[in-house]
């Protein structure tokens, strides 16, 4: 792993100097926050709406409604966020010379990968660390204080799921020089893990399956089997990022 | 006693590349000693690049082997040695950066420390031109900066080796010589390989030359060698006006002569090539004095690099074209 | 439910989508930005009308040479 440090500092700088934390904390924020809010007014201002011509029935919503709300929406930005944030990591400073320039210096190509991975992850740890002090305070203010600890449980199985995500466009990056393309592999391979998940048995064990035990997490209920699922999906990312270095040490820059 | 005392600085072996169905590099055998500033002539698609590329294990060689200071590039061991200083032909970087940041990432990755990379950092911006742009990104930097800096990120360790694609080409005249006269300077303290198709930049700086076309070396050797293998020795003959008579009698009376090999008439003066340098300058100052012709210069030539190349690859060119 | 009731929940909100917003217009309008299609107005519009995901996407993908 030489020059992983010197790699990471300059992967960490670039994802503060060219705003993409600011403006992906600020997104996860916003969502953060806004779950607990549409969770508890989204039922009144329906009932506002439809007036009294109809009479709809609405069970009163609860702190359940609030994490799940959480859990939805942030999983949603989260994915696009991850997304966005891998498919041109590897693939523009292939293309553009970047990587050639760093690459010709006192650095390994797996050092290089690591260092890009790490940069990804922390922006959406950081990011989704801040969404959920928010989410958690308006939880706590419009339905019940739920355990901290337990939130964050929830926070850490959710940022997991992102990761994995974020690895499997990530290994398109690595495959292609076009960023687009590596998009179109990502997402290719979360509709693959998906139908895979359809499998019996297989689904609690696929990234999109770590939902329900966060979602029992941060209720404190009876979350099942966490380590087994929590295992697969970090050994998925360090698979993935094995098969991106073996790709990518054999390439031409 | 190390390998790298003893080892040229640079040596090819059979070195081939192969893209598809190009034969971008053709068994080159090439060894560059140590100190030396080493031109690498040819013309575009020479396969110039190709060997810089190889060597700084930036691509890999289809068969033959090329090593720095003795160590083979095949795996990158050179680079991660910090044996090399590399600079690309279009050098790019990260938009976001500063040219400080660029180069304070580069000597962390040399393990530089703080105070060294402070010192060293100051003084190759000094060195490169760009102290007064250094703290403006790099994203607003002219073709002309970003080699510049270019050359910075790759001297800044002060690596043996340095493999440098075309480092003056986006520079304003003044500027090449700016650059040049840096490159020049860095031949006391590295080996300097340095690839161009501008001839005038070598025979500024360099010490030792190969010329490479279609993938092949045509020739390698100390420039001074060349010169005098393949340069004709050239009489450059400026007769005063309004003696267009005895001009024409003096072109006829050469141009029949055994050791003229060729007469240029244009451009109000002569361009005489001779057969030896010497004894042709007496033999034409006395066709001269026989014909009566008055001149306003005569002077013979510094035979050029331009000479040998067009000789040896100018001529490779037009076959070229015949076969075509 | 009034709205007095609600608006110290909402303003938190509003800040981030408008400093969100203001952040995105200020990066695009930099002489030297260069974003992809080349054009800057159909940019802006994404930043403006796209709500949180206009200034995402245009952070993380609409700009070049970043």
Known sequence: MIGLGPLLRKELLEQWRTRRMLVVAIVFTAFGIGSPFLARYTPELVKALAGDQLEIIIPPPTVRDAADQFLKNLGQAGILTAVLLAMGSVAVEKERGTAALLLSKPASRAAYLLAKMLGITATLGVSLAIAAVGGFAYTAFLFETLSPVNWAAMTGLLLLMLVVYAALTFLGSTLTKSSIAAAGIGVGGMILVAIIGVLPGVGPYTPGGLSSPAMALALGTDAGNVIGPLLTNLGLVAGLLAVSWLVFRRQEL | ?324 | MTFEEILPLLIPLLVLQLALMGVGLYDLTRPDRKVKGGNKLVWGLVIVLGELFGPLVYFLFGREDV
């Not at chain 2, 060597?55 to 590039?73: E, F, Y």
């Not at chain 2, 002569?270 to 008055?294: E, F």
């Open chain 2, 1 to 324: 006693m190390t390998v790298a005392a003893v080892a040229p600085a640079i040596a090819c072996r059979g070195l081939t590349k192969r893209y598809g169905d190009v034969l971008a590099l053709d068994g080159l055998d090439l060894e560059v000693p140590a100190g030396s500033i080493f031109g690498f002539l040819g013309p575009n698609g020479a396969g110039k690049t190709t060997t810089i590329r190889l060597l700084a294990s930036l691509a890999r060689a289809t068969s033959g082997d090329g090593s720095i200071t003795g160590v083979p590039v095949g795996d990158g061991t050179p680079n991660r040695s910090g044996l090399i200083g590399y600079l690309d032909q279009d050098p790019r970087f990260h938009g976001w950066m500063t040219a400080r940041d660029l180069l304070d990432l580069v000597g962390r990755l040399y393990g530089m420390t703080d105070a060294e990379r402070r010192s060293r950092i100051t003084e190759v911006l000094e060195l490169v031109g760009l102290s007064d742009a250094s703290r403006r990104t790099i994203g607003g930097y002219s073709g002309g900066m970003r080699q510049r800096l270019g050359l910075a990120q790759a001297i800044l360790n002060r690596p043996p080796v340095l493999l440098l694609d075309e480092p003056v080409s986006s520079l304003d005249p003044e500027g090449r010589v700016d650059i040049l006269g840096v490159i020049r300077q860095l031949g006391g303290e590295s080996t300097v390989l340095f690839s161009t198709h501008i001839l005038t930049d070598v025979e500024r700086v360099c010490d030792r030359v190969a010329i490479l076309d279609r993938g092949r070396l045509v020739t390698t050797g100390p420039m001074s060698d060349l010169l005098e293998r393949y340069a004709q020795p050239v009489y450059r003959l400026e007769p005063e006006e309004g003696q267009q008579t005895e001009v024409l009698s003096l072109v006829e009376l050469l141009r029949a002569a055994t050791w003229v090999l060729g007469v240029d008439d244009g451009h109000g003066a002569l361009r005489v090539a001779v057969t030896d340098g010497a004894d042709a300058g007496r033999q034409l100052l006395a066709a001269v004095t026989a014909q009566g012709v008055a001149l306003l210069a005569f002077e013979r030539q510094r035979p050029s690099l331009e000479d040998v190349f067009l000789q040896l690859v100018g001529r490779g060119a037009r076959d070229q074209e015949a076969e075509t």
